[in-house]
């Protein structure tokens, strides 16, 4: 089992940032990647960022890139996402997940929510315009 907590979402004005923690306890040794999913009201859960243990890489949606930047502390299993430049459609609920079946070792996995098989409970960020 692993649990994952998330942390760091708000209320921020367009043009702010945030940095948003999901921190991983448990069987955290069988993370091989861990990603950040966002699901607006009314939308499907998209594909934001991921890294990848195994292959120390990160990966981004079209959403993210050129704006957000996932990084990880490894000693205390813990990834982050620095979100700069927020807009309005960036508002919605972010979702750390984590991947401890070596399912995102296929990287088209990475992008896809069956990638993972824990979730945490999500952190709103609201972005007013």
């Known amino acids: 089992q692993v649990q994952l907590v998330e942390s760091g979402g708000g209320l921020v004005q367009a043009g702010d940032s945030l940095r948003l923690s999901c921190q991983a306890s448990g069987r955290a040794f069988r993370i091989s990647a861990m990603g950040w999913f966002r699901q607006a009201p009314g939308k499907e859960r998209e594909f934001v960022a991921a890294?990848?243990?195994?292959?120390?890489?990160?990966y981004y949606g079209d959403s993210a890139k050129g704006r957000f930047t996932i990084s990880r502390d490894h000693a205390v299993n813990t990834v982050y996402l620095q979100m700069n430049s927020l807009e309005p459609e960036d508002t919605a609920v972010y979702y750390c997940?984590?991947?401890?079946?070596?399912?995102?070792?296929?990287?088209?996995?990475?992008?896809?929510?069956?990638?993972?098989?824990?979730w945490g409970q999500g952190t709103q960020v609201t972005v007013s315009s």
């Open positions: 890294f990848s243990w195994s292959r120390t890489l990160t």
């Open positions: 997940a984590a991947d401890t079946r070596a399912m995102t070792d296929y990287t088209f996995r990475i992008y896809r929510k069956d990638g993972y098989d824990y």
